[in-house]
Nanobody
Framework: QVQLAESGGGLVQAGGSLRLSCAASERTFRYYAMGWFRQGPGKEREFVSAISSGGGSTRYASSVAGRFTISRDNAKSTAYLQMNSLKPEDTAVYYC???????????????WGQGTQVTVSS
């Protein structure tokens, strides 16, 4: 079982940046694709970004493409989400998740972190 722990959330002004980290408990991390999802107030959980196990393939939601960058360091069993040019509509709880394949669908992911709050003020 893979345990995931997000960090790096916080309060930032519009136009600012944050980098989220997702640390995994197992070295098997390197075999999993990783995804980032978010859930805003009163909204359903939505796909943000995903990266393949080796890091060679990435996907982004259209709402974050060009502003967010996903990456991973398998030696550190950690995935990252660099978020630039943040907007108030990016406010949400951000979750990382592990899956056997790169997917935009939450139910394809087997393991989830507890989430980290990101708040963007206008």
């Amino acid at each position: 079982q893979v345990q995931l722990a997000e960090s790096g959330g916080g309060l930032v002004q519009a136009g600012g940046s944050l980098r989220l980290s997702c640390a995994a408990s197992e070295r098997t991390f390197r075999y999993y694709a990783m995804g980032w999802f978010r859930q805003g107030p009163g909204k359903e959980r939505e796909f943000v970004s995903a990266i393949s196990s080796g890091g060679g393939s990435t996907r982004y939601a259209s709402s974050v493409a060009g502003r967010f960058t996903i990456s991973r360091d398998n030696a550190k069993s950690t995935a990252y989400l660099q978020m630039n040019s943040l907007k108030p509509e990016d406010t949400a709880v951000y979750y990382c998740a592990a899956s056997g394949l790169v997917s935009t669908t939450p139910n394809q992911y087997d393991y989830w972190g507890q989430g980290t709050q990101v708040t963007v003020s206008s």
